[in-house]
């Protein structure tokens, strides 16, 4: 089946630095991959939309500054959370679709998680 | 606003038993997943619906989506302590089609 790779799976990191997460569809073209942070006990909630080779699409109350996202190639979208603080610390995943096969299941990377002190 | 509402948040039943965890939209759905997670780690790719009336079915898990195309259940058969975990739906909104996700279900199995 179609995989997703993330990358890290863990970081920390000193408040005011920046992180950079990579998503990347190993073995399909993903035009569109999505971004998502999850709290404890809480769902998925969407940041984003990345598109490749346009700007991304940010959710309402999500800082476009702040968490950059960049999705140069059909295979990887990148996302730089800057100036991190301790309140960024979370659970970041992201998802994928495959362009050949259109409206298919999502495939989701093993997720990475921030933890900023 | 919440576009999917996902019940009961919370679920806790005897092993052997059966459940059911229901994923409503007050939009047409035109793709419903289901998907586990343990907190913390990837998601798992349950099932994905599309059609009304459409039930799938993978090992022990059952999914319908109802005819009108905006509720969706997941039913557990003879559950399990492997089956405790997040269950989450989600669907595909809009033109841009992306990808959101009820509150979840948090399930527990007591032996």
């Known amino acids: 089946g179609a995989v997703v790779s993330q990358h890290p799976s863990w970081v920390i990191c000193k408040s005011g630095t920046s992180v950079k997460i990579e998503c990347r569809s190993l073995?399909?073209?993903?035009?569109?991959m999505f971004w998502y942070r999850q709290f404890p006990k809480q769902s998925l909630m969407l940041m984003a939309t990345s598109n490749e080779g346009s700007k991304a699409t940010y959710e309402q109350g999500v800082e476009k500054d702040k968490f950059l996202i960049n999705h140069a190639s059909l295979t990887l979208s990148t996302l730089t959370v800057t100036s991190a603080h301790p309140e960024d610390s979370s659970f970041y995943i992201c998802?994928?679709?495959?362009?050949?096969?259109?409206?298919?299941?999502?495939?989701f990377g093993q997720g990475t998680r921030l933890t900023v002190v | 606003s919440q576009e999917l509402e996902q019940s009961p948040q919370s679920l806790i039943v005897q092993e052997g038993k059966n459940l059911t965890i229901n994923c409503t939209s007050s939009k047409t759905l035109y793709g419903l997943y289901w998907y586990k997670q343990k907190y913390g780690e990837g998601l798992i790719f349950l099932m994905m619906l599309q059609k009304g009336g459409e039930e799938k079915s993978h090992e022990k898990i059952t999914a319908k989506l109802d005819e009108k195309k905006q509720q969706s259940s997941l039913h557990i058969t003879a559950s399990q302590p492997s089956h405790a975990g997040i269950y989450l739906c989600?669907?595909?909104?809009?033109?841009?089609?992306?990808?959101?996700f009820g509150q979840g279900t948090r399930l527990t199995i007591n032996p």
């Open positions: 073995d399909f073209q993903a035009t569109t």
């Open positions: 989600g669907a595909a909104l809009g033109r841009a089609q992306k990808l959101v």
């Open positions: 998802s994928a679709r495959d362009k050949g096969r259109g409206n298919t299941e999502a495939f």
